[in-house]
């Protein structure tokens, strides 16, 4: 694989479930970032990880938790699902965090349907 | 903290010029990026500014003020595959990106 994989492609679930979203990349980058996107509002940080062990609120974190074992994983999870949390998810990468001119890659995305 | 604008939709006819404007306040600026998005998929890397001035990438070419918190993204000899949204973002500091909602372009025949 080349890129950013992401899974599930898409997901319906019910309202208090647990869910972890994944998300891999295998072009070594120290950066890891997870958005949700909403019409209207667009790309919003949730959580980001400057490099493995370590990871960072962002604007919307809450109901989301992350952890980074490791280079290449990155998963968010819902610990208890609500329609609120209905939105497209999107993982990126970037090679460098400190560096001006770092390019965030995106993952192709994970629409979840919280009912 | 950031307040990222940009029109909600444009429209143009294939051929035409297209020029998404995006204005922006931010405390600690770090660089620009524009990114284009088709429906349904990923948001992909079109251009980077950090300094003031014109950086051009064959039909699309980028601009950046600092001093007005102003940049656009110019779409030349516009083709229907150009239909997207395409998205503002601004650096603050190390890493955090913020996103603008994004400007859909519908190009017409």
């Known amino acids: 694989i080349a890129g950013i994989t992401q899974a599930p492609t898409s997901q319906i679930l019910a309202a208090g479930r647990r869910m972890t979203l994944r998300c891999t990349q295998d072009m070594r980058h120290n950066a890891m970032y997870w958005y949700r996107q909403d019409l209207g509002l667009g790309l919003r940080l949730i959580h980001y990880?400057?490099?493995?062990?370590?990871?960072g609120k962002g604007e919307v974190p809450d109901g989301y938790s992350v952890s980074r074992a490791n280079t290449d994983d990155f998963p968010l999870t819902l610990a208890s699902a609500v329609p609120s949390q209905t939105s497209v998810y999107f993982c990126a990468s970037s090679e460098e965090v400190a560096s001006g001119s770092s390019t965030q890659y995106f993952g192709p995305g994970t629409r979840l349907t919280v009912l | 903290g950031q307040n990222i604008d940009q029109p909600t939709e444009m429209t143009a006819t294939e051929g035409a010029i297209v020029q998404i404007n995006c204005t922006y306040q931010t405390s600690g600026f770090n660089g620009l990026f524009w990114y284009q998005q088709h429906a349904g998929e990923a948001p992909t890397f079109l251009s980077y500014n950090v300094l003031d001035g014109l950086e051009e990438k064959g039909r699309f070419s980028s601009f950046l003020s600092r001093s007005k918190g102003y940049s656009y993204l110019l779409l030349k000899e516009l083709q229907m595959k150009d239909s997207a949204s395409y998205l503002c973002a601004v650096r603050e500091g190390d890493y955090k990106l913020s996103f603008g909602a994004g400007t859909t372009v519908t190009v017409r025949a």
């Open positions: 990880s400057n490099t493995a062990g370590t990871t």
